[in-house]
């Protein structure tokens, strides 16, 4: 029996089974909606994030002109850095970030920063529903995570120890095929035609993303799918085993599901129980605490002053100073930073633990390896929102320091220093170094795919002979 | 003779080698679970109640202020770890722990845990009552799919009813006896669970336990009921375990996310930036068509008229206290407004998730196992509405004050000690457990649609295998 014969008959027995075709469109057809849906999030936060900008353009152009005209206000560099600008920085856009939304519906990607100290923006959360979020994203890198090991898994659970029961192994060796030879024909007929739906589900929810289609994004779609596939693929070559060692189709599909809910739900669970253990967060109601402490500290050195204006009302106070009110703010703003600072960055160093406590242990389980490398593809891992923190941190000194030099030196704002006040430049996303960052796993997940290959293979050969000792072919 | 039969389940449910396997994972998960959710609660419970104490000793011990400066300098509310947290820690961790209680402003909670989480927080949580919704049931369905349709499969379902046994008390046995196995495996945890939490609260949540316990027995035996109608009805026990399976993932992974997501799609919420830029918007803009300024205005001219004087100075009052009581009106009604708007925003989505359970009995649980454990958006709804009632009292008293005891342009007007004890600090009361309840209607209805359906389509089942006989 030549291969392709088995090939288009394995075809025409899975066409026949009526589920199959339905199955397969059903994972199109969720891909389609995460990604659609995936698109809609990002793209709201995309939308705010340029609306604020342009409002905060219109705003300054506006302070620009009233500067050039002489106005007391937009001449402040009190006034305009504490009370009347303030400037949305947003985190660039990566290519394919809907597809994992990670952690993107929970960190902000646009904060508004002001010369007041970066605890009041860096803490900005944004109202969402809390019960969506426990529940997770219907996002395309969970249907690959989660939902395709169970198509494999349904695929491939009884592609031996089934054939066997049914007898048909006994028959396919009368027929002169080697028992081994007839399963992997199989075996590549089912993963092929997933791996196919699978990668079409992909470009086609990238695609709905209207993503700028550069060199980092073919990288990005790239990595996307060579995981997703090598995935998929270590869930088949798995089956396989699993029910080449079977006795029943009922043992392989109990194993195989538990293996799934071992290495795709608890796995990723234990994981970041042993993350939040070994390096515990330092704790937000300590720090909401200290920077009471830091407020009244801060306050209490500039009280007498600040009570003039009944702490932050010198529009009551007809023959105000503005600069001493100001100064008064500056001074006030600085104490509180000097404490909050170190404070703060303890938590950004323990996100980066927990990060290297992860990327060590990711590789106990696929699933977390997979779901590590969708949103490190997608940008969604919670590192890049750390390098967007770091630079807007950076920018927010040279913005606080660009206001209250002018504010100490008693020089005003011209209209050209409104052109000169510092610009943000967001850190962007290396599609080509995130594919080399992502060989190393990749590599390892193949080769574990290709152990399990060999092992069923092995186990097969095993089969060929003892069919084949007990088969018409074999007796003669 | 049902006895008999649930005898026989409950003692080859015991000698299952796949139970036992489940057993052992089941105690060790539960184990984990038990001891890392109890020693966050006792280490949350004490920081908070800490903190709580420590803002308020620094509001008493503030000394000598004009009151509107301790109005900005305000006080913090923390929402307290209640102690069934540690069993189901629902929307907490999603949710601010402190509110800044500050002048003309009503802030949103912040601190939220999630925030500090690993990235891998969202892949999944184990807690006790994520064992019992996802778990339990998984262990449940492998127990009880090959229970007729294996026999069937053996011929020895043929053989049983021959021997005169009805398919209603087969089914009936069959049911007790894996309930009792399952029992098994559960009441220790509930016991725990109690002592635990007697030991630490005394008595007022035994109320709340009994009800979870009650709540997740009905959802076992629903989901035992529902693995032994798929094994009574399929032709086979792969084609049981394969129904079951996908049965157990989609309710427990997929449609809480389609539904999650389709409600985001349906009522999205607004960003922090575009809400408090919109309510800034609204507060210059004033409220009835009167811009603030206006309003302080007309109020100044009755007040003037009030106390027959033509200067804010001849006042016998301080005007500055009536402006800030303007402002804070103003404000009130502004973010009343926007927030009513979000929670409503909020609420719509939920309740295409409570529409959406009926399709999965456990998202009903899980809305139904939030509210009793006092972690629910409701819950949080409850601490943060009371915080904002607590904030706006606390500026009237610092603005009355202000206001009646000193004259307008008086800057060096000072309070003290005494003002702030009257003012007082915000103590958080959680509500009764029959407030709780009252918002799980839906839920609950869904719960017992779920029975009802189970229960119709397994004496339907029950009556086609006394007919093999």
Known sequence: ?476 | MIIAIATKEFRQTMRDGRFRLAAVLFIILTAMAFITAALRYQSLSLERARAQKEVASQWMEQGEKNPHSAAHYGQYAFRPALPLAFFDSGVQAFEGVSIWLEAHKRNYAAGRPADDMSPLARFGEISLAYILQVLVPLILLLIAYPSFAAERESGTLRQAMASGVTGGQLFLGKFVGLSASVLLLMLPIIGISCLVLVSTSGATWLAHVVLLTALYFWFMALMLGLALLVSAVASTARAALLVLLVIWALGNFVLPRIAADMGRLASPTPSADALSRAIENDLAAGIDGETPAAKIEKRRRQLHALYKVSSDAELPINIQGVIFGIQDEISDVVYDRHFSALEAAIDRQVDIFETASILSPRMAVMLVSQEISGTSIGHQRQFADGAEGFRRELMKTLNHDLTLNSRSGDNAYRSGAALWREAGEYRFVPERLGASIARCGAPLTVLVLWSFLIGALAWVAARRLGKIG
């Open chain 1, 1 to 476: 029996m030549r291969s392709v014969d088995i090939f288009y008959s394995e075809l025409t027995l899975l066409h026949r089974e009526q589920i199959i075709p339905w199955v397969l469109v059903g994972l199109l057809v969720a891909m389609v909606f995460a990604g659609f849906s995936g698109r809609i999030i990002i793209k709201e936060k995309r939308a705010g994030a340029l609306w604020a900008s342009d409002e905060a353009r219109v705003l300054i152009e506006s302070l620009k002109q009233q500067a050039a005209a002489g106005s007391e206000t937009a001449r402040s560099p009190g006034a305009v850095a504490y009370s009347v600008l303030s400037m949305p920085v947003s985190k660039a856009a990566t290519p394919l970030e809907g597809l994992a939304i990670g952690q993107a519906d929970l960190l902000p990607d646009t904060y508004r920063l002001s010369a007041r100290g970066v605890h009041t923006f860096l803490e900005q959360i944004d109202p969402e529903n809390s019960l969506r979020l426990v529940s997770g994203n219907f996002d395309v890198a969970f249907l690959v995570v989660w939902v395709l090991p169970l198509l494999a898994i349904g695929f491939l659970f009884d592609v031996v120890v089934g054939e066997r029961e049914r007898g048909v192994l006994s028959l396919a060796m009368v027929a002169g095929a080697s028992a081994g030879r007839f399963i992997w024909h199989k075996w590549w007929v089912r993963f092929l035609l997933l791996a196919a739906v699978t990668t079409v589900s992909i470009v086609i929810a990238a695609w709905i993303q209207e993503p700028a289609w550069t060199a980092t994004t073919a990288y990005v779609l790239a990595g996307w799918i060579l995981t997703s596939v090598i995935y998929l693929a270590l869930w088949c070559a798995l089956a396989l085993v699993v029910s080449t060692g079977a006795g029943s189709s009922e043992a392989a599909a109990t194993r195989l599901a538990g293996a799934w809910l071992v290495f795709v739900v608890l796995s990723p669970a234990v994981i970041n129980l042993i993350a939040g253990n070994v390096m515990p967060s330092p704790s937000r109601v300590e720090l909401t605490a200290t920077l009471r402490e830091a407020t009244e500290q801060a306050d209490k050195a500039v009280a007498a002053e600040r009570d003039r204006w009944f702490f932050d009302h010198p529009d009551l106070q007809g023959d105000m100073d503005r600069r001493a009110y100001y100064l008064s703010v500056a001074r006030s703003e600085a104490g509180i930073e000097k404490i909050m600072a170190p404070l703060l960055e303890e938590f950004v160093q323990n996100a980066r633990d927990q990060q290297d406590v992860i990327e060590l242990m990711k590789y106990l389980s696929p699933g977390t390896l997979t779901f590590r490398l969708l949103t490190s593809l997608s940008g969604s891992d919670g590192r890049q929102h750390a390098n967007f923190r770091d630079a807007v941190v950076a920018n927010h000194r040279d913005w606080r320091d660009f206001f209250v030099t002018r504010l100490e030196t008693d020089a005003p704002l011209t209209a050209e220093d409104y052109d000169r006040l510092p610009t943000f430049v967001a850190p962007q996303i290396d599609g080509h170094q995130l594919i080399l960052s992502s060989s190393v796993p990749l590599l390892l997940m193949l080769a574990l795919t290709c152990l399990l290959c060999l092992l069923g293979s092995r186990k097969l050969r095993s089969t060929d002979l003892i069919l084949g000792a007990y088969s018409p072919a074999g007796s003669r």
